[in-house]
């Protein structure tokens, strides 16, 4: 049985720093590539990020490409991600998920229908 667990949210101060982790159990950690969403409330989940199973540079959605990265611990079975000068429009729920099928980061990578496991989310506030 697959579960995605999710963890780190907080309450932070506009410019602030956070790392959110990611835990996936019941899949060969490193077959799937994994994504990060988010979601406001009352707005659809957004795309984030997307690493390859083995690591390497993430996709990244424009509106946080130079302030998120992406990293993985193989050991853990964790991804993490990273993410720094936080604005306030950044606040929401985050949740990672696992690729369907692909390794690598495919194109639609963005695309909620490539995910079936998702955690329960973790909450993120960014104050102004």
């Known amino acids: 049985q697959v579960q995605v667990a999710e963890s780190g949210g907080d309450l932070v101060q506009s410019g602030g720093s956070l790392r959110l982790s990611c835990t996936i159990t019941?899949?060969?950690?490193?077959?799937?590539?994994m994504a990060w969403f988010r979601q406001a409330p009352g707005k659809g989940r957004e795309a984030v990020s997307c690493?390859?199973?083995?690591?390497?540079?993430?996709d990244l959605s424009d509106s946080v490409k130079g302030r998120f990265t992406v990293s993985i611990d193989k050991a853990k079975n964790t991804m993490y991600l990273h993410m720094n000068d936080l604005r306030p429009e950044d606040s929401g729920t985050y949740y990672c998920?696992?690729?369907?099928?692909?390794?690598?980061?495919?194109?639609?990578?963005?695309?909620?229908?490539?995910?079936?496991?998702w955690g329960q989310g973790t909450q993120v506030t960014v104050s102004s």
């Open positions: 998920a696992p690729d369907r099928v692909w390794r690598y980061c495919p194109g639609s990578w963005s695309s909620t229908a490539r995910y079936e496991y």
């Open positions: 019941g899949l060969p950690f490193g077959n799937n590539a």
């Open positions: 690493i390859g199973g083995t690591g390497g540079d993430p």
